[in-house]
């Protein structure tokens, strides 16, 4: 995205650093990383930064106002409401295509966004390897609001561990080790100190939690939570069985709790007005169907990973659609063939991390992921037997 830089790094690639680059990113923890990783990272110029943190801060704007648990009650599915809630999310993630608007400028848009973790932990060693094999320009960083890797690591264990010891905080999720982000799960040992627990290994004794660790039974008082409710929906039926205890009455924290997951998603979008947001809308509220639907997606609200979305719209899917009220119109983005590569243009998406530390009256930006495509939407299953795509990082001028 800025041609200099893009030019040099390019010139300077080789094949030989590429490949020593994944084995030090590989040997992190030995068949970690389960996904495709993307030969450079994406260059951020501070305009373009800028207006992307706008829509995130006007987005923070919306979820902090009083009235946000009202307007999102429905979000929430009856049969994966769970227990309990808390005051606010602590943790957020922003998509942002980079985009292309009617004058052919680039300029961020937002895809989704998810009021649950993302590969926090990962991204902090993913960004010092890379710093390893590629020259990173001067006054370039990934992360935001002045953080470094120490402080980011620090602020993260806070809010992970709350006021808890790491032996009694674990990260729950189904079947860990066979997840694509167990990579994540591994780095959050290493930096956090706390275990990745299958939901099936939880003990439950009256409302307490326990979980062994190191053959010693040991209670649970904090949960950081990686479990997808759609991802248990369609586990064996012995997994969504023992999936039943997030929904019992616990005397647990979460960290976040996972009502969080609906209520910041993409039932939130038709709630934003904001020029770095598409236009959105519930599809039983649209009262006529846009003469134009090839300029419009289709997507559920409660699905993740891309699972469900039409792209390319025909008069008859909207017709074929029993429940419109769990579905969103959404006005369709171009994306900009914006990264050079050896053979076609990639296109990119940047996620921005928002904490929310207890105590605090918003939460603040403060590191990213970045993922290339040359397919039509960002994803491995559209990526297939291409280089230059994958998971990735940006580094932001300062």
Same mark, same amino acid.
């Given at each position: ?65 009083? !009235? ?10 009856? !049969? !994966? ?11 957020? @993630? ?7 608007? +009617? ?23 993913? @960004?010092? /390897? ?72 939880? /003990? ?20 950081? !939570? ?15 069985? @023992? ?20 209520? /910041? ?28 639907? +090839? ?82 939407? /960002? ?7 291409? +280089? ?8 932001? +001028?300062?």
């Amino acid at each position: 995205m800025i041609s200099n830089i893009r030019e040099t790094f390019n010139r300077n690639f080789t094949a030989e650093t590429y490949q020593a680059y994944l084995a030090s990113l590989h040997a992190l923890h030995p068949s970690g990383i389960d996904f495709r990783v993307a030969e450079t990272p994406i260059f951020v110029d501070k305009d373009f930064k800028n207006k992307m943190l706008s829509a995130c801060e006007h987005i923070v704007d919306v979820i902090t106002q009083t !009235n946000f648990k009202i307007l999102t009650e429905g979000a929430i599915p009856a !049969n !994966n409401r769970v227990k309990g809630s808390d005051d606010h999310c602590h943790f957020i @993630a922003f998509d942002f295509g980079i985009c292309k608007n +009617e004058q052919g400028e680039l300029e961020p848009q937002l895809i989704e966004m998810q009021g649950f973790p993302t590969l926090f932990a990962y991204q902090v060693d993913h @960004a010092r /390897i890379t710093e390893q094999y590629f020259s990173i320009p001067e006054g370039f960083s990934t992360y935001l609001s002045g953080f470094t890797p120490a402080s980011y690591v620090a602020y993260l264990k806070d809010i992970i561990l709350g006021k808890h010891a790491p032996e009694n905080v674990v990260l729950l999720e189904i079947l860990p080790h066979e997840q694509k982000t167990k990579i994540d799960f591994y780095c959050t040992q290493q930096h956090i100190g706390i275990q990745p627990v299958c939901i099936t290994e939880l /003990i439950k004794e009256g409302n307490q939690l326990f979980y062994l660790l190191n053959g010693v039974k040991t209670p649970i008082h904090r949960i950081y !939570n990686r479990v997808i409710f759609d991802d248990l929906n369609q586990q064996s039926l012995e997994i969504q069985a @023992a999936g039943q205890i997030m929904f019992e009455e616990l005397d647990v924290e979460w960290v976040t709790h996972p009502n969080w997951f609906y209520r /910041i998603s993409k039932y939130t979008l038709p709630f934003i007005q904001h020029a770095y947001v598409p236009e959105t809308r519930f599809l039983d509220k649209v009262k006529e169907v846009p003469a134009d639907l +090839e300029n419009y997606v289709l997507k559920p609200l409660f699905s993740f990973a891309g699972q469900g979305v039409i792209i390319d719209i025909q008069p008859g899917d909207i017709q074929k659609i029993t429940d419109p009220e769990n579905w969103i119109l959404q006005r369709k983005v171009q994306y900009a063939d914006v990264i050079p590569t050896p053979d076609v243009p990639a296109k990119a998406e940047i996620r921005i991390f928002y904490f929310w530390k207890d105590g605090e009256a918003r939460p603040v930006p403060t590191n990213n992921l970045g993922r290339l495509s040359k397919g039509k939407m /960002i994803g491995v299953r559209y990526n297939k037997d291409k +280089e230059w795509v994958g998971g990735s990082l940006a580094y932001f +001028e300062q």
